[in-house]
């Protein structure tokens, strides 16, 4: 039996401890799943990320979940994919992952959901971003019940083609 599930979804509906927003530098909102979870928590959220101070790229803050089902709401920020840097990229994409789970344990969260952080309008290319995650995940996450939601439909068709051990 594995930790780790892939399934398709929408991360606002999950009822864990704690989701992973793909969120942006500024911390207060944006589109893709940015602003689905800001819509879904209410405009607390917003509020106490304009407190935090914004994030670096890789690196991870955590708030209260708000409206949501999930208690708390750990807001990530993937690189901007380049493929001249495809190496700094892909170490600030495992580094989300990393502090994002560190961040979960540090908080007693037993369950944790993730989108796919920087595959939308970041551009990571999806199936190594998909990678990342679940190495990341296996390396990191040993402690937690983790879900990787996947909303858009080709993301699903590769990760049911290549990681269909984990497909749920
Ligand atoms: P980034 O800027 O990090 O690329 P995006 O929000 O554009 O972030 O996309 C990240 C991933 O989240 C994409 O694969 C996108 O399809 C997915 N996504 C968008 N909305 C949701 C949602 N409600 N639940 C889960 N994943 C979502």
């Known amino acids: 039996m594995s930790n780790l599930i892939i399934t398709q979804g929408d991360i606002t509906t999950f009822s864990g401890d704690a989701i992973v927003n793909a969120a942006n530098p500024s911390l207060l909102g944006g589109g893709g799943v940015d602003g689905a979870i800001h819509r879904a928590a209410g405009p607390e959220l917003v509020k106490e990320c304009a407190t935090l101070g914004g994030c670096e ?5 955590i708030t209260k979940g708000y409206n949501l089902k999930a208690k708390f709401v750990i807001h990530t920020v993937g690189p901007i994919y380049s493929s001249k840097h495809s ?9 989300c992952y990393k502090k994002s789970l560190e961040l979960a344990e540090q908080n007693n969260c037993k369950s944790i959901a993730f989108p796919l952080i920087s595959a939308g309008v970041y551009g990571y290319p999806k199936k190594e971003a998909l990678e990342v995650a679940i190495d990341m995940i296996r390396n990191y996450g040993k ?8 909303f858009d439909k080709e993301i699903c068709k590769i990760a049911q083609k290549n990681f269909k051990d984990y497909w749920k």
């Open 87 to 95: 190496d700094e990229c892909k170490l600030l994409l495992e580094s």
């Open 143 to 150: 402690n937690l019940e983790v879900q990787i939601i996947l």
């Open 57 to 61: 790229t890789g690196n991870a803050k």
